[in-house]
């Protein structure tokens, strides 16, 4: 099933913690205190506040519940809107006659449509579904297409977006609350080919990343472009998968693709090292590229001078020879594909997190999400019997927060507490991400069961929803 299949993104969460900085403690600030926030800058976000380097426990953390599918609270921290478009407890079964739990997938891919109005939505049995951004069915379960990884939205279409199945690439256009098909292509030189973790369409509209499996079981790693119905340079794997491609959305020693802004891929392979098929590897048409030797979370894109860049944690641990522009020598950072050594600070003093972005000079914003794994600690069920209560003694700087930080480090705003129970389980994590157009921020979150998931869940423990903020 898909569902077992993305499970293993977690060890890249393991990895993460490995070497990110958890940040210091510092004491907590009251949310409307004066002075201790700037004025806002002219291209901030509708809502939220800049960034005052504190700690800000989010008030009511275990009395807390959200308002029913389709309505709206606001954060009492930082004071953006958030809408909730699922509910778990109720909305649909799987199989089994049980609950399921929702997700918006992942970071790196945007859940929303080009004109923002319908999500991609993921359940924990593995099946997909269309809402719309009240939470309202579009296009449900049984009318949806399978998939062989994950579909990605056109960008501009409203209603169309494109899947890979057996060996071929479909188009799926949304006709009332069914979609109709048709094969846009079919690779014959494959035995299947599939979408993988965790590349979205390219920021032109005309890229898609895939992987074709040969007759000897390698891989050839690609760019497909859509109008020109033509492949990029393809790299060639050396190690071979076992059984089936077809579904396995991450396939043999490949964890993720990513395009780059300039419609270049970077290869993020299973294990950590030096070797040519491992860390982040950045395939040019000719040659491998070093990265990052020990991978991390990382999103790419353009720069304020339309540089491609990726956003991740870097310095020598990660690569020999780099270094961090970072105070601690380990925050987020900007990078310039062109020049590895080029780097800018983002964020310092940071807990364990996802990004997301899809933009340049004229959408500049990166979405960050925070959470933590830590066992005992706050971010925890209060049924589990490592549950602590958020005090000035546990709770990090950001921990469990959605925020957009502007490209070039200059400032950032602080949307909203994410409220979840991330140390729980790997899609308890908020794992939130931009839309195209920069005017959403889709996450995830448990808060609704901050006492503990029904008992009737379909996956024990799980039971997560998807939640909306509106930026622009």
């Not at 002219?42 to 504190?54: M, N, R, V």
């Not at 299947?192 to 032109?204: M, T």
């Amino acid at each position: 099933m898909l569902y077992k299949s993305l499970l293993s993104i977690a060890g890249i969460t393991l990895l993460m913690s490995a070497c990110s900085n958890t940040g210091s403690h510092q004491a907590e600030v009251p949310a409307h205190s004066q002075n201790i926030y700037q004025s806002r800058t002219s291209d901030a976000p509708i809502c939220g506040k800049l960034d005052d380097k504190q700690a800000h426990i989010p008030p009511d953390w275990d009395t807390f519940t959200p308002p029913p599918k389709g309505q709206s609270y606001i954060d009492p921290v930082f004071g953006c809107s958030v809408k909730r478009l699922t509910d778990s407890s109720q909305d649909e079964t799987a199989w089994d006659g049980k609950h399921v739990a929702f997700m918006h997938y992942y970071s790196t891919m945007t859940p929303m449509n080009a004109t923002d109005s319908l999500l991609f939505v993921v359940s924990d049995d593995g099946n997909w579904r269309i809402r719309n951004v009240n939470g309202s069915v579009g296009v449900p379960v049984s009318k949806m297409p399978r998939f062989s990884g994950h579909p990605v939205w056109d960008a501009s279409d409203g209603n169309a977006f494109y899947y890979a199945s057996t060996n071929s690439l479909y188009k799926g256009l949304i006709a009332g609350a069914t979609v109709k098909t048709s094969a846009l292509h079919v690779f014959n030189e494959y035995k299947n080919i599939v979408s993988p973790d965790a590349a979205d369409l390219s920021q032109d509209g005309d890229h898609i990343a895939l992987i074709g499996q040969n007759a000897n079981n390698t891989m050839d790693v690609f760019v497909w472009s859509l109008r020109g119905q033509a492949k990029s340079a393809v790299y060639t794997t050396t190690c071979t998968i076992n059984g089936d491609i077809n579904g396995a959305t991450q396939p043999g020693c490949i964890h993720k693709l990513q395009l780059t802004a300039d419609n270049l891929l970077t290869i993020q392979f299973l294990g950590d090292g030096s070797g040519a098929e491992q860390g982040v590897r950045l395939w040019n048409g000719s040659t491998l590229v070093h990265v990052q030797d020990r991978t991390n979370h990382y999103d790419t894109g353009f720069d304020l001078n339309g540089k491609s860049i990726f956003i991740a944690s870097n310095n020598s641990t990660t690569l020999p020879g780099l270094s961090n522009p970072c105070s601690s020598g380990w925050g987020m950072d900007v990078r310039q594909f062109g020049d590895l050594h080029s780097a800018t600070c983002l964020l310092d003093h940071h807990p364990y997190l996802h990004v997301s972005y899809r933009g340049g000079p004229s959408q500049p914003w990166i979405a960050l999400s925070f959470f933590d794994d830590r066992k005992s600690g706050p971010e925890l069920l209060s049924d589990n019997s490592q549950y602590e209560k958020p005090s000035l003694d546990n709770w990090k700087v950001y921990e469990d927060e959605i925020m957009l930080a502007k490209v070039d480090g200059s400032t950032a705003y602080r949307l909203a507490h994410a409220r979840s129970r991330s140390s729980e389980n790997y899609w308890a994590q908020p794992h939130a991400a931009i839309s195209r157009d920069g005017k959403y921020v889709v996450f995830t979150s448990n808060m609704a069961f901050h006492s503990g998931c029904p008992a009737d869940m379909h996956v024990a423990g799980e039971c997560t929803d998807v939640y909306l903020i509106k930026v622009r």
